[in-house]
């Protein structure tokens, strides 16, 4: 039997701890768990026993976050930040070229897709990427019309630049505000 496992890039940067102010942007599905479990996550994901990293993008309107915290929605919009969500919390902890197979590799092969390779006469996909940029993240950047995060203000490292697929050429279009 094979078996696979993914864990959400919010899973392993926020703790049990981050909804003791009732914030609703941190109430997701999972809740968040302590700190050893965090590091069993990256030890997880470190050794290949966790296969893929993703964004658990699960964007809701303000109506169901700007409610009580045992009314609010479950879920956090995640696919902006998952890269440098998950670069920032595998810092000295996981290499970046196992983070990079889990967010995009391994997706792939769990799904039986094919894995682009580069290629002469092949038409090519590319991501362009600082792994090592330290910025901040504002909510009011997000292209999502949803804005339900709790990463406005935090800062990250690492970050897409640009996407080049399908023979265009486009820089990603969030802003990069860098951290002095």
Same mark, same amino acid.
């Given at each position: 039997m094979h078996v696979t496992a993914e864990v959400a890039a919010h899973q392993l940067i926020f703790d049990d701890t981050t909804i003791l102010e009732f914030n609703t942007?941190?109430?997701?599905?999972?809740?968040?768990?302590?700190?050893?479990?965090?590091?069993?996550?990256?030890?997880?994901?470190a050794d290949g026993t966790i296969d893929c990293i993703c964004s658990d993008h699960s964007p809701e309107d303000e109506e169901t976050k700007v $409610? &009580?915290?045992?009314?609010?929605?479950?879920?956090?919009?995640?696919? &902006?930040?998952?890269?440098?969500?998950?670069?920032?919390a595998c810092?000295?902890? $996981?290499?970046? &070229?196992r983070i990079i197979e889990s967010v995009t590799v391994s997706p792939r092969k769990v799904f039986g897709l094919p894995v682009p390779e580069i290629k002469v006469g092949e038409k090519a996909e590319l991501t362009i990427f600082n792994p090592g940029l330290k910025w901040v993240f504002e909510a009011s950047t997000?292209?999502?019309?949803?804005?339900?995060?709790?990463?406005?203000?935090?800062?990250?490292?690492?970050?897409?630049?640009?996407?080049?697929?399908?023979?265009?050429?486009? $820089?990603?279009?969030?802003? $990069?505000?860098?951290?002095?």
């Open positions: 942007n941190f109430k997701v599905k999972p809740p968040f768990r302590s700190k050893q479990d965090i590091v069993a996550l990256m030890e997880g994901i $409610v &009580e915290f045992d009314f609010a929605a479950f879920g956090i919009s995640g696919i &902006e930040t998952a890269f440098a969500v998950a670069t920032t810092q000295n902890r $996981v290499g970046i &070229e997000m292209v999502s019309k949803s804005k339900n995060t709790p990463f406005s203000g935090m800062e990250l490292t690492g970050k897409p630049l640009a996407i080049y697929s399908n023979g265009i050429f486009q $820089v990603c279009p969030t802003p $990069v505000v860098q951290k002095n």
